[in-house]
């Protein structure tokens, strides 16, 4: 049995001095580290609300504009964005997708 979305947490115990009662129990955060993709903007569909982002390495993702932190309406076609990666079963998407530009 699986529990979806609790993999970044670690359940500790303590026992207490005397050995034989639990008097503490800790929970800790261990966030997952994620590492952020860089890509171009190859093609944006402005009036439907998407497009499509090329990785350096030469993969597309898909991005939807949901999917965008800021406005998605001043992303450009060559606009260099970083992306995280998300799982899709139609294919790869693009996530939390930022503008690079400073």
């Known amino acids: 049995m699986s529990f979806r979305g609790l993999s970044?947490?670690?359940l500790s115990f303590?026992?207490?001095?005397?050995?034989?009662?639990?008097d503490y129990c800790g929970l800790r955060y261990a966030p997952k580290e994620t590492r952020m993709a860089g890509g171009t903007i190859?093609?944006?569909v402005r009036d439907?609300?998407?497009?499509?982002?090329?990785?350096d390495?030469?993969?597309e993702?898909?991005?939807h504009r949901s999917s965008?932190?800021?406005?998605f309406d001043e992303l450009n076609e060559g606009q260099r964005v970083s992306f995280e990666e998300e799982p899709s079963?139609?294919?790869p998407r693009a996530g939390n997708v930022r503008s690079d530009a400073a």
Do not use: C, E, H, M
């Not at 303590?14 to 639990?22: E, R, V």
């Not at 439907?48 to 990785?55: E, H, L, T, V």
């Not at 965008?68 to 406005?71: E, L, S, T, Y």
């Open 8 to 10: 970044n947490f670690n």
């Open 14 to 22: 303590s026992p207490s001095a005397g050995g034989t009662n639990l």
């Open 42 to 44: 190859k093609r944006l």
């Open 48 to 55: 439907r609300g998407f497009g499509f982002i090329r990785d």
């Open 57 to 59: 390495g030469g993969q």
């Open 61 to 63: 993702w898909f991005f």
């Open 68 to 71: 965008v932190q800021g406005n």
């Open 89 to 91: 079963a139609k294919g």
